[in-house]
């Protein structure tokens, strides 16, 4: 008999583990990939004055698409995944750190973040090794409208991030705040026009379309407008992108050949500040022989901002010149409030014209989505309904079926054993059975027992 109870509690407890998979099953947790975004830094601003300073006289440079903005350094296209209220995160670009005639000569790369609730850590790649850079906390990770976010988290030195600044700075010390967002990716759907565009440029000769130009006016300017003096910042519209170093314009129309050129784009950027009101809209590019002009609207007029020598060359698909110099005119300088002179190196160029319908043109920087501070639920936990494509979830029936199952097991489990410890009990208490008597039956085999 107790083998048989065990056979039984065994299959019993069998059947709970599996009411226990299929809660486990109910709810699965799957890690959402991200795409998109940006990591904003300023390492240290003591740092990046010391560099600039009397004593280093040295500089600083970004790359790979990262930029400044706000005295912090704009780290772009995130990847990674997020689940649980738990990401991990990598951007791309540099930061290049150059003084004491290159006795100092630092690289910061590819910064990441792994971070969980309202602490992390920041990586960096420092001269190629990745580093634990900083301890993060004090952010709280939040998701809104699709984007995760972190504003301003503080940021802890460890004991290999002051390795990395060769002693300049000693473990513990406070770097600057850490904000970062990323987007919940989506699959981009291919367009309809995306397509007529690729056809219209691979059946015509000198006819293209679809074409894109980057140019990130300067970095300089870009670092006045976001600055302390201004206190402003750039929105771009009507079909141009911000790639936080350059801003892209699309949909360019026109003829292309290799050294005569003429396209018009689409698109706008707008500079607003402490008296600064400034809006370039739908550029366009002019070149003959090789040799040509940058223009846009200001304030209603057409006018040459920039020129530059390049000639196109075929490549992939795509008539392209990339970091192509620039210079500023005479025209342009009042556009800038004399804040440059005529002849002075503006931001290059990146010209692309798609030839075919497969041409791929060159990645713009992604910045994502702008974070969306998520605003408090006022939803009730308990009476929230889950619901899938088709209107209902799973759980509403697997959890509660699952816990019907759960609680039959676990009292038919305790009845086993109770009945087991009464048997047990009697037949210990019970006199020597008389092996002439008839047997009698139980109390355990009563029908009121049973019953």
């Keep these: 008999?107790?083998?048989?109870?065990?056979?039984?509690?065994?299959?019993?407890?069998?059947?709970?583990?599996?009411?226990?998979?299929?809660?486990?099953?109910?709810?699965?947790?799957?890690?959402?990939?991200?795409?998109?975004?940006?990591?904003?830094?300023?390492?240290?601003?003591?740092?990046r004055s010391y560099i600039t300073g009397p004593i280093a006289k040295g500089e600083i440079q970004t790359g790979d698409g990262a930029s400044t903005s706000g005295g912090a350094y704009r780290f772009h296209s995130a990847s990674g995944s997020y689940e649980g209220g738990s990401a991990s995160?990598?951007?791309?670009?540099?930061?290049?750190f150059w003084g004491h005639d290159g006795e100092l000569d630092l690289t910061f790369a590819n910064p990441s973040v792994e971070y969980s609730g309202s602490s992390g850590t920041l990586y960096v790649y420092v001269n190629g090794s990745r580093t634990d850079m900083a301890s993060l906390s004090g952010g709280s990770l939040s998701e809104s409208g699709g984007t995760i976010s972190v504003s301003g988290a503080s940021a802890t030195l460890t004991a290999n991030g002051a390795a990395a600044f060769a002693g300049y700075y000693e473990a513990g010390q406070a770097l600057d705040p850490v904000s970062f967002s990323a987007d919940v990716a989506a699959a981009p759907e291919p367009t309809e026009a995306a397509s007529e565009t690729a056809t219209e440029a691979e059946t015509e000769t000198d006819e293209v379309a679809g074409a894109v130009?980057?140019?990130?006016?300067?970095?300089?300017?870009?670092?006045?407008?976001?600055?302390?003096?201004?206190?402003?910042?750039?929105?771009?519209?009507?079909?141009?992108?911000?790639?936080?170093?350059?801003?892209?314009?699309?949909?360019?129309?026109?003829?292309?050949?290799?050294?005569?050129?003429?396209?018009?784009?689409?698109?706008?950027?707008?500079?607003?500040?402490?008296?600064?009101?400034?809006?370039?809209?739908?550029?366009?590019?002019?070149?003959?022989?090789?040799?040509?002009?940058?223009?846009?609207?200001?304030d209603g007029a057409r006018v040459?901002?920039?020129?530059?020598?390049?000639?196109?060359?075929?490549?992939?698909?795509?008539?392209?010149?990339?970091?192509?110099?620039?210079?500023?005119?005479?025209?342009?300088?009042?556009?800038?409030?004399?804040?440059?002179?005529?002849?002075?190196?503006?931001?290059?160029?990146?010209?692309?014209?798609?030839?075919?319908?497969?041409?791929?043109?060159?990645?713009?920087?992604?910045?994502?989505?702008?974070?969306?501070?998520?605003?408090?639920?006022?939803?009730?936990?308990?009476?929230?309904?889950?619901?899938?494509?088709?209107?209902?979830?799973?759980l509403v029936w697997i959890v509660p079926a699952a816990l019907v199952v759960l609680l039959g097991a676990a009292a038919a489990i305790v009845a086993l054993v109770q009945r087991a410890k009464r048997k047990q009990q009697a037949e210990a208490e019970a006199p020597p059975a008389d092996e002439t008597s008839e047997p009698t039956a139980s109390e355990e085999d009563t029908p009121a027992e049973n019953g």
């Design 1 to 47: 008999m107790p083998h048989a109870i065990a056979r039984m509690a065994g299959a019993l407890i069998t059947a709970a583990a599996v009411a226990a998979s299929l809660l486990l099953w109910a709810a699965p947790a799957s890690a959402a990939d991200l795409s998109g975004g940006r990591l904003d830094w300023g390492v240290k601003e003591s740092f």
């Design 89 to 96: 995160i990598d951007y791309q670009g540099w930061v290049y």
């Design 213 to 298: 130009l980057d140019w990130g006016v300067r970095t300089s300017w870009r670092d006045y407008v976001s600055g302390n003096i201004a206190e402003g910042e750039w929105t771009v519209a009507d079909g141009a992108a911000d790639g936080g170093a350059v801003f892209r314009f699309t949909e360019g129309a026109g003829t292309a050949t290799a050294t005569d050129y003429e396209l018009a784009y689409q698109g706008a950027v707008t500079f607003t500040g402490n008296d600064l009101d400034l809006t370039l809209t739908a550029p366009a590019i002019t070149a003959t022989g090789g040799k040509g002009v940058l223009s846009a609207e200001v």
């Design 304 to 394: 040459d901002l920039v020129s530059f020598e390049a000639e196109l060359a075929e490549r992939d698909g795509l008539l392209v010149a990339e970091e192509v110099p620039t210079q500023l005119t005479e025209a342009a300088v009042p556009v800038f409030g004399g804040y440059y002179q005529a002849g002075d190196a503006m931001d290059p160029l990146l010209i692309a014209v798609p030839l075919t319908a497969d041409a791929v043109l060159p990645a713009l920087p992604d910045l994502g989505s702008e974070p969306v501070e998520a605003e408090p639920s006022t939803e009730n936990p308990a009476t929230a309904t889950a619901a899938t494509d088709d209107g209902v979830d799973p």
